[in-house]
């Protein structure tokens, strides 16, 4: 398979993909979720694959977020499609597939990056990995199921304080908050989850398929659309305005507010 902004490749029974825009930190612009629900699809098609494993190209990004540059200038409905595409897409795709994901978290996890490896069904983190939901330092919610993935993760009150500061959390505490399920040094990285991996690749494919049907079912839906419909609206505000421009003017914001 070839892309422009992936590099995907099989080996014993692990697919691995691997987001390719380093010199952009890996942010996801609209083909590179295009690309990712491609290589997604032919590796769960393919049979000899068992697993499939994610991860960002270079060393300092798994995924540093939603590409801010292309949706600065969305409306509020062209922002709603932008969370409800992407959702169906790839995080809501990958949260139901039946062919196990995991996320190979190589370094900064931000934003829609975080929300990517959220969707996959655990996390492996290197211990240089910085994991955040920057969203409302730009003026807008998370809109890639940010808001409803956290807290199943870590809880209402982490995720809450995790949302509102912004901030970013090393790999150390999203270990501890139980955001990553291992942290290994950034060289050991791929290495331990193919080992975990192949563990994985020695049971039974439609067991598992249905244990991920099984384990998702348990979770509530109904937050998505209201995320939706937020993340939308967020793009009608000036708050949203100054604090898109304000990153890519690289100065800080300062909200006019409501
Ligand atoms: N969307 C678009 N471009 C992004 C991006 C994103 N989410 N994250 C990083 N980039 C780009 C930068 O604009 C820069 O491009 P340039 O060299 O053409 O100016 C390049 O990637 C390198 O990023 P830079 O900010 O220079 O690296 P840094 O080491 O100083 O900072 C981060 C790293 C991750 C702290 C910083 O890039 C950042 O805050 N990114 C945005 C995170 C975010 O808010 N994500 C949520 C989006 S909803």
């Known amino acids: 398979m070839s892309f422009e902004n992936l590099l995907a490749s099989a080996e014993n029974g692990i697919g691995t993909i691997t987001i390719n825009r380093p010199a952009k930190l890996n942010a996801l612009n609209r083909a590179t979720i295009n690309e990712l629900n491609d290589a997604i699809t032919a590796f769960d098609a393919d049979t000899d694959v068992k697993v499939i494993i994610i991860t960002g190209s270079g060393e300092k990004a798994f995924v540093a977020g939603a590409d801010i540059a292309e949706f600065a200038n969305f409306t509020e409905e062209e922002g709603e499609k932008l969370a409800a595409l992407g959702q169906t897409l790839l995080f809501d795709f990958i949260e139901n597939l039946?062919?196990?994901?995991?996320?190979?978290?190589?370094?900064?996890?931000?934003?829609?990056?975080?929300?990517?490896?959220?969707?996959?069904?655990?996390?492996?983190?290197?211990?240089?990995?910085?994991?955040?939901?920057?969203?409302?330092?730009?003026?807008?919610?998370?809109?890639?199921?940010?808001?409803?993935?956290l807290p199943q993760l870590i809880g209402k009150g982490r995720a809450m304080e995790m949302i509102m500061t912004a901030g970013m959390i090393p790999a150390e505490d999203a270990k501890a908050w139980g955001l990553v399920n291992h942290v290994v040094s950034q060289a050991e990285l791929l290495d331990f989850t193919k080992t975990i991996a192949e563990k994985i690749a020695k049971n039974s494919p439609v067991a598992i398929s249905k244990a991920i049907t099984a384990v998702n079912a348990g979770f509530v839906k109904e937050g998505y659309n209201e995320e939706i419909r937020g993340f939308g609206q967020a793009f009608g505000t000036e708050d949203f305005k100054e604090g898109t421009t304000a990153f890519i003017e690289k100065r800080k914001p300062v909200f006019p507010g409501r």
């Open 98 to 149: 039946g062919t196990p994901v995991i996320a190979a978290v190589n370094g900064f996890a931000l934003g829609g990056g975080l929300e990517l490896a959220m969707a996959c069904h655990f996390r492996i983190a290197s211990d240089n990995a910085k994991m955040g939901l920057p969203e409302v330092s730009l003026g807008v919610i998370p809109g890639y199921g940010g808001t409803q993935r």
